[in-house]
């Protein structure tokens, strides 16, 4: 009985993995709290660009955008861009550890252990990034990509933030 339980709930879990998202959709609202508990919303930056970045420290790519995002939101005005860095599947101790690090990069940093915030955007592997305009829809998404490619994904940023 427990194994068929333990399928069923397996099944399930794969039915309910939502698709990346598509230019022009709404993504999900509540992304997830920060290292004080303090919850975060994407629409709680609407009139903003709005960078969400799911992110592992042991995924190579990710260690290398952390820093750039970090210098994207720091060079941007408050009032136009707010990057949401999401730790995906990773232990609570190991974002507090990450989070002291990046402390002070002006970016949103979110922890998603257990992975239900990427589910909800569609997230099968990482780096993955959503990147939603000033309306609050979706503009762009990049999944897997590789450190070569980070320069083209800053002009589409920049691209995006002029619209």
């Given at each position: 009985m427990r194994i068929m339980c333990a399928a069923l709930c397996f099944l399930f879990s794969i039915m309910v993995q939502a698709e990346p998202y598509k230019v022009g959709d709404v993504p999900h609202d509540v992304v997830?709290?920060?290292v004080d508990?303090?919850?975060v919303k994407v629409s709680d930056f609407k009139g903003k660009l709005v960078i969400v970045s799911f992110w592992a420290s042991w995924c190579g790519p990710c260690m290398k955008e952390l820093p750039i995002l970090g210098g994207i939101q720091n060079s941007a005005t408050p009032e136009k861009l707010?990057?949401?860095?999401i730790?995906?599947?990773e232990s609570r101790k190991?974002?507090?550890?990450?989070?002291?690090?990046?402390?002070?990069?002006?970016?949103k940093l979110v922890a998603d252990p257990k992975k239900r915030t990427g589910k909800k955007y569609g997230v099968e592997g990482i780096p993955h990034m959503v990147i939603v305009d000033?309306?609050?829809k979706v503009a762009a998404v990049h999944i897997g990509y590789s450190e070569a490619q980070l320069p083209a994904l800053i002009d589409e940023i920049?691209?995006?933030a002029r619209r």
């Open positions: 997830g709290k920060t508990g303090t919850e707010q990057v949401i860095s730790n995906y599947g190991t974002f507090r550890k990450i989070s002291d690090v990046l402390a002070g990069t002006g970016m000033a309306y609050g920049n691209e995006i």
